[in-house]
């Protein structure tokens, strides 16, 4: 895709705490394709990556220095099939080699409802109690913004410039209550498709090691 060079002196909120002013890092230039900011959603195919306050060129195949802030995954689930526990213990020691990661099991329906919207209700205080004040909140949800694995890349970096913790959030069979969608900094979706919370937390695994491969350069992500 062709990309049109402009001076990079747009003012876009992280939803943060930080903003991207158009200063450039010392020694790297300022100009920078069309598309190349976060919204924007193109940066990395570009050759760009835009974070708050600077523009870093984003080479294929090297490494960033990236801050690595501990990742929880909070998945609301009953115990996970013996194929899919072994399948995602191999994906998260994979990456554990670049961030700590932890994960909180909530489960499903406390109360025992066959109220879909109590289950979501009481499923998502539960949820809520789980996360910090400080957690940046990704919540996965099939009506959320699609990304692709650059984008990924990029959201786990400015997570790091920022200094915060990163909290991903799967909700149950009948999805989030409105108040965790609301606490989300960012709403997402690994697919269009509504995928088993088993499938769900696999996918997501796999998602963050390739995208912390693209942030150290490592040949996996082609």
Same mark, same amino acid.
């Given at each position: 895709?062709?990309?049109?060079?402009?001076?990079?002196?747009?003012?876009?909120?992280?939803?943060?705490?930080?903003?991207?002013?158009?200063?450039?890092?010392?020694?790297?230039?300022?100009?920078?394709?069309?598309?190349?900011?976060?919204?924007?959603?193109?940066?990395? =195919? #570009?050759?760009?990556?835009?974070?708050?306050?600077?523009?870093?060129?984003?080479? /294929?195949? +090297? !490494?960033? @220095?990236? %801050?690595?802030?501990?990742?929880?995954?909070?998945?609301?689930?009953?115990?996970?099939?013996?194929?899919?526990?072994?399948?995602?213990?191999?994906?998260?020691?994979?990456?554990?080699?670049?961030?700590?990661?932890?994960?909180?099991?909530?489960?499903?329906?406390?109360? =025992? #409802?066959?109220?879909?919207?109590?289950?979501?209700?009481?499923?998502?205080?539960? /949820?809520? +109690? !789980?996360? @910090?004040? %400080?957690?940046?909140?990704?919540?996965?949800?099939?009506?959320?913004?699609?990304?692709?694995?650059?984008?990924?890349?990029?959201?786990?970096?400015?997570?790091?410039?920022?200094?915060?913790?990163?909290?991903?959030?799967?909700?149950?069979?009948?999805?989030?209550?409105?108040?965790?969608?609301?606490?989300?900094?960012?709403?997402?979706?690994?697919?269009?498709? /509504?995928?088993?919370?088993?499938?769900?937390?696999?996918?997501?695994?796999?998602?963050?090691?390739?995208?912390?491969?693209?942030?150290?350069?490592?040949?996996?992500?082609?």
């Amino acid at each position: 895709m062709p990309f049109a060079t402009f001076s990079c002196e747009c003012n876009v909120s992280l939803g943060m705490g930080g903003t991207h002013p158009g200063r450039a890092a010392r020694g790297i230039r300022t100009a920078a394709p069309a598309g190349a900011c976060f919204f924007g959603r193109p940066f990395l =195919n #570009s050759g760009y990556v835009c974070r708050p306050g600077r523009i870093v060129r984003a080479s /294929v195949g +090297k !490494a960033r @220095d990236v %801050r690595a802030m501990p990742i929880r995954i909070i998945t609301v689930s009953k115990e996970n099939s013996k194929g899919a526990t072994l399948f995602a213990k191999e994906l998260l020691e994979k990456l554990e080699r670049y961030a700590p990661v932890s994960s909180i099991i909530v489960k499903p329906n406390p109360r =025992n #409802s066959i109220d879909p919207a109590v289950q979501r209700e009481t499923e998502g205080e539960k /949820v809520l +109690k !789980a996360l @910090d004040a %400080r957690d940046f909140v990704v919540v996965l949800d099939e009506r959320g913004k699609e990304l692709r694995s650059e984008d990924l890349a990029y959201l786990i970096a400015a997570a790091g410039d920022d200094g915060r913790p990163l909290a991903f959030c799967i909700g149950g069979p009948y999805g989030h209550s409105d108040a965790v969608r609301e606490r989300a900094d960012r709403v997402i979706r690994v697919s269009a498709m /509504v995928l088993n919370h088993q499938v769900a937390v696999v996918v997501l695994l796999e998602q963050l090691y390739r995208a912390w491969t693209i942030l150290r350069g490592v040949p996996y992500h082609h």
